[in-house]
């Protein structure tokens, strides 16, 4: 079992930038692939990014692509998002994900066998 904790959300000025947290624990956490997803009102959750324990990095999320950067820190078992310029349209739930493969197999959601309780992201314009 993994368990995932967000942190740093919250309300976030348009042109701005937010810096979310993902805390692991858990017996395997060292060892998943770890990867950030967003859903937006009336939307469906999205892929924004992923990365391996050995810091192999997917960005194949469209939403922020060029935007956004996601860093890991084993050390701490904590991996971190990152998202410059701001828009009304980042205002979402973010939500940490864990696949216990441990390689990246996709964006699908389905792969990913555990998740965070997601963190509210407000953008104030």
């Known amino acids: 079992q993994v368990q995932l904790v967000e942190s740093g959300g919250g309300l976030v000025q348009a042109g701005g930038s937010l810096r979310l947290s993902c805390a692991a624990s858990?017996?395997?956490?060292?060892?998943?692939?770890m990867a950030w997803f967003r859903q937006r009102s009336g939307k469906e959750r999205e892929f924004i990014s992923a990365?391996?324990?050995?810091?192999?990095?997917?960005n194949d999320g469209d939403s922020v692509k060029g935007r956004s950067t996601i860093s890991r820190d084993n050390a701490k078992n904590t991996v971190y998002l990152q998202v410059h310029s701001i828009t009304p349209e980042d205002a979402a739930v973010y939500y940490c994900a864990a696949d216990s493969y441990g390689s990246f197999r996709g964006t699908d959601s389905r792969y990913y066998d555990y998740w965070g309780q997601g963190t509210q992201v407000t953008v104030s314009s």
């Open positions: 990365i391996t324990s050995s810091g192999l990095i997917r």
């Open positions: 858990g017996r395997t956490s060292s060892r998943v692939l």
